[in-house]
């Protein structure tokens, strides 16, 4: 799974490809086609955005070596080529290949995979080739299941667009067993950020709110800002009235390094905050991480016992796998969270468990699979 993706590739199992192809050919959104053959159908479509699709027809017997050979990614292609070589046998889209002609086929991917007596390899990391070496029989990724609460979200208190008791409702929909509303602080003021006297209201309207939704425990936080000068939005003695506190930068992104991990270190360091949110504030295809040094970061977060987090938002996916699995190996907890600015948003969380498994994400690695007793009981025993 790429970040960003430039076409759509479809593969479709069908007896009947030609009726199958005029179909596709008379689609509602189709503004143009680019090649209509017996196996393939490419068009482009209107879908808010014009994007080129092509349509691969296959008979069900080569459906998943199909799937598997355009999924990729290439290295992972290769690394499986090799192996199937090895064996004397040779994998094509269509299935595999004994050297005497005998072909095998397969009804899923993970028969593809056992046939060479492997587990199933998501293809969230079907990257380099590597995975294929290391997973294991014992490998278990994290799955949606595993998610238990959303530890990041918006309300109308800041700059969300949905009250608090939407929010709650929409949680309880989720099935979630706990949740943490963080609206915005003080300093962003654009985003009608809270001050201590709002916070505080705020917090009281919670407790009286959540009181009717006893299959949830709400829990109050704040996401408060990072100064530029390396201080924070709130007072400790603020913050010691709240359960959870999440510390982020949102201001003075063009700092130089030295400045930037002063304030992650500030933040790190603060006893109150238990997790730093998007921590290197890329917005992909629209702006770089400011200069964060990641593996100092990481650092920081392990001495200190503060969360990361892996922001779900679609434009952000911030950690980026690589960090996420830097950040496991130090044994620091990610906290996967849709940082919902709206009730649909909530949604980007399975968004957020795919971006983990690429990051080889296991359920203990994740701070919100935590069970409802035991998130509890990481709420109350502070830091
Ligand atoms: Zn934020
Ligand atoms: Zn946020």
Not at 189 to 208: S, T
Not at 332 to 343: F, L, M, P, Q, W
Request: glycine share 6%.
């Amino acid at each position: 799974m790429r970040e960003t993706l430039k076409d759509l590739d479809y593969v479709l199992e069908t007896t009947e490809p030609d009726k199958v192809k005029q179909a596709l050919l008379q689609h509602p959104k189709m503004t143009e086609t680019i090649g209509a053959g017996d196996t393939k159908v490419s068009v482009e479509l209107d879908i808010g955005i014009k994007i080129s699709v092509d349509f691969r027809l296959v008979e069900p017997k080569s459906y998943a070596t199909t799937l598997h050979h355009f999924t990729g990614s290439k290295e992972h292609n290769i690394k499986m080529r090799q192996l199937a070589k090895k064996r004397d046998q040779k994998i094509s889209e269509y299935g595999v290949e004994e050297e005497n002609g005998t072909m095998h086929h397969f009804q899923t991917e993970t028969e593809f995979f056992r046939f060479f007596d492997l587990p199933f390899i998501p293809p969230e990391v079907r990257v380099d080739g590597t995975e294929v070496e290391r997973i294991t029989e014992e490998t278990r990724f994290l799955s949606l299941d595993d998610i238990r609460g959303d530890l990041h979200m918006h309300t109308t208190w800041s700059d969300g667009a949905y009250s608090i008791e939407e929010m709650i409702q929409a949680n309880v929909q989720k099935g979630y067993d706990y949740m943490v509303i963080t609206d915005h602080g003080k300093f962003l003021r654009v985003a009608n950020g809270l001050d201590e006297e709002r916070l505080q209201k705020q917090q009281a309207e919670i407790r009286r709110i959540a009181e009717k939704y006893p299959e949830i425990d709400v829990y109050s936080g704040v996401e408060m800002d990072i100064l530029t000068d390396a201080t924070l939005d709130f007072s400790d003695e603020t913050l010691q009235n709240l359960d959870f506190v999440i510390a982020s930068i949102h201001s003075g992104f063009s700092q130089t390094e030295e400045e930037i991990m002063a304030r992650l270190k500030m933040a790190a360091e603060n006893p109150y905050v238990r997790l730093i949110a998007h921590p290197t504030g890329r917005v992909i295809g629209r702006r770089e991480p400011y200069a964060v040094n990641v593996p100092e970061l990481i650092r920081l977060a392990s001495e200190t016992g503060t969360a990361l987090e892996l922001n779900a938002n679609p434009e952000r996916l911030d950690l980026k796998a690589e960090h996420l699995e830097m950040a496991t190996k130090a044994g620091v907890k990610i906290a996967i969270n849709t940082d919902a600015h709206d009730t649909k948003h909530l949604d980007f969380m399975e968004l957020g468990v795919r971006a983990g498994i690429k990051g080889w994400l296991t359920k203990a690695d994740v701070l919100n699979a935590l069970s409802k007793e035991a998130f509890r009981a990481f709420i109350e025993k502070k830091k």
